[in-house]
């Protein structure tokens, strides 16, 4: 990208000492997340494509690496609250939800109103205390913070260097894996995932081109990164919740900013299309976000042609009413 919106400091991303640190945490819950070259997708997309399948941790979904690695991070200071509270659509909820009980702290988080359905009984499962609040995730973020403040509760943002150490694993996985990628997709919802990939290529000294991934309903990352500083967008997107943000977060875009290549813009028939395609090709359950990066790959396979190409299933936790929508054209 052109625009810088300050100097990185990479001192802000771990170092791959600290992300070998990150993944003996992570493994003490489950082991590496698998990658295959599927011959199908490889196929539709017409050169070498590799899944990386973060559908596959035990909350089928990315966030919990970050997750277990902001909670050790609190313990090994000494500073384990009583109580931690988050804003959430789903995923980050899950990951909170799952470190919490592990340490034995109270957990409270807050979604938006109409959030998926079964992203919330997950988080109930796991023993959070839900809050519905606001029309998105933003409105949700800020009534998190004031309820923190009441509660004299820990606020855990979105994005935090304790979350990305964990995150980093899982790019860290995918890129020592398959040293040959050329390039990789990233979908962007609060940074972390794009940020975790940009860490992980430094610390392992790999050149692949890295491009984010936006919904094009809920733009405020890819026009942050043109106005060179954060640009509210609104949000209109009806299946890529895990990208449904409407401020960007100003220091995810310090690091982006000078290490994606560009960015893309999915629409959410993009994403319905890579959802069936995903589940075609590879018999797995793709939600909004999880397909995102697939269907970016899609909109530029033209230009990918005898490239080695790593897309993201980062997430498969998709209400079932929706996917049976999904799959069958809806």
């Known amino acids: ?150 509660h004299g509760a820990h606020m855990v943002p ?26 990789v997709y990233v979908p962007i919802g609060q940074g972390s995932g794009a940020c975790a990939a940009i860490a992980a290529k430094l610390a392992l000294g790999r050149s692949l081109r890295i491009v984010g991934v936006v919904s094009a309903h809920a733009t405020t990352y890819a026009d942050s990164l043109v106005a060179g500083r954060v640009v509210e967008a609104p949000v209109t997107t009806q299946l890529a919740d895990g990208m449904a943000c409407r401020i960007a977060d100003a220091s995810a875009l310090d690091i982006i900013a000078p290490h994606i290549h560009h960015v893309v813009k999915v629409t959410d028939e993009e994403v319905a299309q890579a959802m069936r395609d995903l589940y075609a090709d590879t018999h797995n359950v793709a939600e909004g976000a999880g397909a995102a990066s697939f269907a970016a790959a899609m909109q530029e396979r033209a230009q990918l042609r005898g490239r080695v190409v790593g897309t993201t299933l980062c997430g498969g936790n998709v209400d079932t009413a929706t996917v049976a929508k999904v799959l069958l054209g809806g």
């Not at 997950?122 to 519905?132: F, N, Q």
């Not at 260097?161 to 964990?166: I, K, P, Q």
């Not at 996985?173 to 050329?182: G, S, T």
């Open 1 to 150: 990208m052109n625009a810088v919106l300050k100097e990185t400091h990479l001192d802000a991303l771990p170092s791959l000492a600290e992300i070998e640190a990150a993944s003996r945490v992570v493994y003490r819950e489950f082991q590496a997340t698998p990658q295959y070259r599927w011959g199908m997708s490889s196929q539709r997309l017409g050169t070498d494509c590799w899944i990386k399948h973060e559908n596959h941790t035990p909350v089928g979904a990315f966030k919990i690496r970050g997750g277990l690695t902001y909670f050790d991070a609190l313990k090994q200071r000494g500073t384990l609250p009583a109580e931690v509270v988050s804003a959430t659509r789903g995923n980050h909820g899950q990951s909170m939800g799952w470190a919490a009980r592990a340490h034995g702290v109270d957990c409270t988080i807050v979604v938006p109103q109409g959030n998926s359905l079964e992203k919330n009984a997950a988080m109930r499962a796991l023993g959070v205390t839900l809050i519905e609040h606001g029309n998105d995730f933003q409105e949700s973020r800020e009534h998190a913070m004031r309820l923190a403040a009441e």
């Open 158 to 183: 979105s994005f935090h260097a304790d979350l990305l150490s964990g995150v980093s694993t899982y790019w860290w996985e995918f890129m020592r894996a398959v040293p040959q990628l050329d390039v």
